[in-house]
């Protein structure tokens, strides 16, 4: 049987959680209050980009990883009007 959780007496990093085989980190923007996660298949990794993220928010340099992802559509509409 697979084990379901950290060997008893493990202590487990607050925001980082084990989902079967990898770890999910998750934090909540103070701002917005939106939730942002990710998955590692390791948890020393899964804590450190965790802490790397609350780091950027404490210093004010966080990026919004969706505000780059902007449809080919989009841009491409976009791209034309400016064409005129």
């Given amino acids: 049987?697979?084990?379901?959780?950290?060997?008893?007496?493990?202590?487990?990093?607050?925001?980082?959680?084990r989902r079967g085989d990898s770890w999910?980190?998750?934090?909540?923007?103070p701002g917005t209050g939106r939730q942002h996660q990710r998955t590692f298949d390791k948890q020393v990794?899964?804590?450190r980009w965790r802490r790397q993220q609350l780091d950027a928010l404490d210093r004010g340099r966080w990026v919004d990883p969706e505000a780059g992802k902007v449809s080919f559509l989009s841009y491409f509409e976009a791209w034309g009007r400016d064409q005129l």
């Fill in 45 to 47: 990794d899964a804590v």
């Fill in 24 to 29: 999910r980190a998750r934090y909540r923007h």
């Fill in 1 to 17: 049987m697979a084990s379901t959780g950290p060997p008893p007496g493990t202590l487990m990093a607050e925001g980082v959680t």
